[in-house]
């Protein structure tokens, strides 16, 4: 698969200094939280004095952050006075009274650039979430998941809440953790999961790996195979597990190959073959079978509005809100649909256009319809319909 930026579990990283960090149990040092885009001034930890607060880190293009904020909302809307929740994102003011306004959220949102907060409370995924008991003291440091509107009911009675604790490893590095013997021509090795490290994959584009190596940590049994057989999230059906369980419940693995010589195709064969020696009762099997698609497809002014380029590119750089691509062709605006999960399913390039083009264009998540309007920018628009596609299925070998 091509080089695509994705935040599909939102990994984040930060150079910090986090002597100042702390721990559930510690009183709330004497600190100020950033003014909100309500023009609020910014107001000091302990005049939330008498009340629960909640600290939620996120971003705008962070879909389990936006999900985590409904349930907040109608925590807010439970307790009134009695909880206040400040959402604090690294994105400038700006983004964030655009959300406000195609969202609207009766949550307290603030920036903080300078990741001041960040610095008490240090993480790499989000969201991630704090819960101020009513004397200033951090109750919890955890999941948003794991918040429940019985929970704060408690927590307002200065019972213990004792909520699993979200200790991630800012410092991770995924180089330093899988050092490489680069004298061995070839190489696989299954590991367990690294707590506090979130899930994350590594290919290799330059240096003396370059096309010839796949790290990867804290994924799923169905997501190994899913990155060996480069298919995305829903084009891969499991029917080895079908117990229903929170992806925090589920096994992780993590894993690191390489072979001798650079070639992509060769490298995903090796894990493959790998992969089914180590899982022996996991049988992984290319099908094709009817599911929903989306169609890209292109208007009669798409030639004049697209931008042909020079250059020739396969990779892209792109994330919740926006695509830059230089001497890309349209199959890259399919692939990052389909990688981003922005459609269910497969996204099939239709436009019949064979060229490369400078494609750049942004887009707000939580606006309806900004998509289709950043396709509309180039003559391009989309629609659904049902075809036999190629799907990965995951079976236990009979």
Same mark, same amino acid.
């Given at each position: 698969?091509?080089?695509?930026?994705?935040?599909?579990?939102?990994?984040?990283?930060?150079?910090?200094?986090?002597?100042?960090?702390?721990?559930?149990?510690?009183?709330?040092?004497?600190?100020?939280?950033?003014?909100?885009?309500? #023009?609020?001034? !910014?107001?000091?930890?302990?005049?939330?004095?008498?009340?629960?607060?909640?600290?939620?880190?996120? &971003?705008?293009?962070?879909?389990?952050?936006?999900?985590?904020?409904?349930?907040?909302? #109608?925590?807010?809307?439970?307790?009134?006075?009695?909880?206040?929740?400040?959402?604090?994102?690294?994105?400038?003011?700006?983004?964030?009274?655009?959300?406000?306004? &195609?969202?609207?959220?009766?949550?307290?949102?603030?920036?903080?650039?300078?990741?001041?907060?960040?610095? *008490?409370?240090?993480?790499?995924?989000?969201?991630?979430?704090?819960?101020?008991?009513?004397?200033?003291?951090?109750?919890?440091?955890?999941?948003? =998941?794991?918040? !429940?509107?019985?929970?704060?009911?408690?927590?307002?009675?200065?019972?213990?809440?004792?909520?699993?604790?979200?200790?991630?490893?800012?410092?991770?590095?995924?180089?330093? @953790?899988?050092?490489?013997?680069?004298?061995?021509?070839?190489?696989?090795?299954?590991?367990?999961?690294?707590?506090? &490290?979130?899930?994350?994959?590594?290919?290799?584009?330059?240096?003396?790996?370059?096309?010839? %190596?796949?790290?990867?940590?804290?994924?799923?049994?169905?997501?190994?195979?899913?990155?060996? @057989?480069?298919?995305?999230?829903?084009?891969?059906?499991?029917? @080895? =597990?079908?117990?229903?369980?929170?992806?925090?419940?589920?096994?992780?693995?993590?894993?690191?190959?390489?072979?001798?010589?650079?070639?992509?195709?060769?490298?995903?064969?090796?894990?493959?073959?790998? $992969?089914?020696?180590?899982?022996?009762?996991?049988?992984?099997? $290319?099908?094709? %079978?009817?599911?929903?698609?989306?169609?890209?497809?292109?208007?009669? =002014?798409?030639?004049?509005?697209?931008?042909? !380029?020079?250059?020739?590119?396969?990779?892209?750089?792109?994330?919740?809100?926006?695509?830059?691509?230089?001497?890309?062709?349209?199959?890259?605006?399919?692939?990052?649909?389909?990688?981003? #999960?922005?459609?269910? #399913?497969?996204?099939?390039?239709?436009?019949?256009?064979?060229? %490369? *083009?400078?494609?750049?264009?942004?887009?707000?998540?939580?606006?309806?319809?900004?998509?289709?309007?950043?396709?509309?920018?180039?003559?391009?628009?989309?629609?659904?319909?049902?075809?036999?596609?190629?799907?990965?299925?995951?079976?236990?070998? !009979?």
């Amino acid at each position: 698969m091509k080089k695509i930026i994705i935040c599909l579990l939102v990994i984040l990283f930060s150079g910090d200094c986090f002597s100042q960090a702390l721990s559930p149990g510690d009183q709330m040092p004497d600190i100020s939280l950033p003014a909100t885009l309500a #023009g609020e001034p !910014s107001r000091p930890v302990k005049k939330f004095r008498g009340k629960l607060l909640i600290i939620d880190f996120w &971003a705008t293009w962070c879909s389990p952050c936006i999900s985590s904020m409904k349930e907040l909302e #109608g925590y807010k809307s439970a307790l009134g006075d009695k909880l206040e929740v400040v959402a604090i994102s690294e994105e400038p003011a700006e983004r964030l009274v655009r959300f406000n306004k &195609a969202r609207p959220s009766t949550l307290t949102l603030t920036s903080d650039t300078s990741g001041m907060l960040k610095s *008490y409370f240090p993480h790499r995924t989000i969201p991630h979430t704090v819960l101020i008991g009513p004397e200033g003291k951090v109750y919890a440091i955890t999941s948003a =998941d794991n918040i !429940s509107l019985d929970i704060l009911k408690l927590a307002l009675q200065g019972v213990a809440v004792n909520l699993p604790f979200k200790k991630d490893r800012v410092d991770f590095d995924i180089d330093e @953790y899988l050092k490489a013997d680069s004298t061995k021509p070839e190489y696989f090795s299954l590991l367990p999961s690294v707590e506090g &490290a979130g899930s994350m994959s590594k290919r290799y584009n330059t240096g003396i790996f370059k096309d010839r %190596r796949l790290s990867i940590i804290n994924m799923t049994l169905d997501g190994l195979f899913r990155l060996a @057989y480069e298919k995305t999230f829903h084009l891969v059906i499991n029917e @080895y =597990d079908t117990v229903k369980r929170s992806y925090a419940d589920m096994e992780k693995f993590s894993l690191d190959a390489w072979i001798e010589q650079p070639d992509k195709a060769k490298l995903m064969l090796f894990i493959q073959q790998q $992969l089914k020696k180590h899982f022996v009762d996991v049988e992984a099997v $290319l099908e094709k %079978r009817k599911q929903p698609v989306l169609l890209i497809k292109a208007n009669k =002014d798409a030639i004049s509005r697209l931008k042909p !380029s020079s250059e020739k590119n396969d990779n892209f750089n792109a994330g919740g809100g926006h695509f830059e691509g230089n001497g890309v062709k349209l199959d890259a605006l399919a692939e990052y649909m389909e990688g981003f #999960g922005l459609f269910p #399913g497969k996204v099939i390039n239709e436009t019949g256009l064979d060229g %490369r *083009y400078d494609i750049f264009f942004q887009w707000q998540p939580e606006k309806k319809d900004s998509l289709k309007e950043a396709f509309a920018s180039l003559g391009l628009y989309y629609e659904k319909a049902e075809r036999e596609v190629e799907v990965l299925v995951i079976k236990k070998k !009979s």
